[in-house]
T-cell receptor, first 112, second 113 residues
Framework: DAKTTQPTSMDCAEGRAANLPCNHS???????VYWYRQIHSQGPQYIIH???NNETNEMASLIITEDRKSSTLILPHATLRDTAVYYC?????????????FGSGTRLQVQP | NAGVTQTPKFQVLKTGQSMTLQCAQD?????MSWYRQDPGMGLRLIHY???????DQGEVPNGYNVSRSTTEDFPLRLLSAAPSQTSVYFC????????????FGQGTRLTVV
């Protein structure tokens, strides 16, 4: 799996967009970018994933650069409940036999 | 729709005791897995199953057993608890072919004294 690099922590004002970057410069052509988050003491929560096109769902948007070496998770209107550790994971799909590697992630603090 | 349900939420064991952590999912997912998370660290895979009757070891399997007799249930057994097994345990399930879209339970916080 390609290595990912994320900032250790970020702050965001409530109601503003939170933009969380992830660098994955060694990503392979068949690897997807996944985002999870873990709210304090809870199990990780899947957010979104993409291969090369931008993706949007009810939780967030994922912007992947054209060269696929970096991506940004966007929470359009952050709320206090979005305070969590956000993990960027790069993986091939469907192997079923390897762990999801969560790394250290970015600790997002949404400020009132 | 309950998703992934883990029981108990909290447990204290004495060294040498055995116990079973329960995990059940109601989404008809083929793939299930167990992770442990130690303070300040990422999740590490203990065991996983790609379907009923099929299990395999993850990164840190020692001291744990699993079985998968039904699609819904994937219990984790601690054979003889040790203080090093003090951790938060998460169970996860995923649809077939989409193992990277995992649904996690709320965790079991285990303390071994």
């Amino acid at each position: 799996d390609a290595k990912t690099t994320q900032p250790t922590s970020m702050d965001c004002a409530e109601g503003r967009a939170a933009n969380l970057p992830c660098n994955h410069s060694t990503i392979s052509g068949n690897e997807y970018v996944y985002w999870y988050r873990q709210i304090h003491s809870q199990g990780p929560q899947y957010i979104i994933h993409g291969l090369k096109n931008n993706e949007t769902n009810e939780m967030a948007s994922l912007i992947i650069t054209e060269d696929r070496k970096s991506s940004t998770l966007i929470l359009p209107h952050a709320t206090l409940r979005d305070t969590a550790v956000y993990y960027c994971i790069v993986r091939v799909v469907g192997t079923g036999r390897r762990a999801l590697t969560f790394g250290s992630g970015t600790r997002l603090q949404v400020q009132p | 729709n309950a998703g992934v349900t883990q029981t108990p939420k909290f447990q204290v064991l004495k060294t040498g005791q055995s116990m079973t952590l329960q995990c059940a999912q109601d989404m008809n997912h083929e793939y299930m897995s167990w992770y442990r998370q130690d303070p300040g660290m990422g999740l590490r895979l203990i065991h996983y199953s790609v379907g009923a009757g099929i299990t395999d070891q993850g990164e840190v399997p020692n001291g744990y057993n699993v079985s998968r007799s039904t699609t819904e249930d994937f219990p984790l057994r601690l054979l003889s608890a040790a203080p090093s097994q003090t951790s938060v345990y998460f169970c996860a399930s995923s649809p077939e072919g989409r193992d990277t879209e995992a649904f996690f339970g709320q965790g079991t916080r285990l303390t071994v004294v």
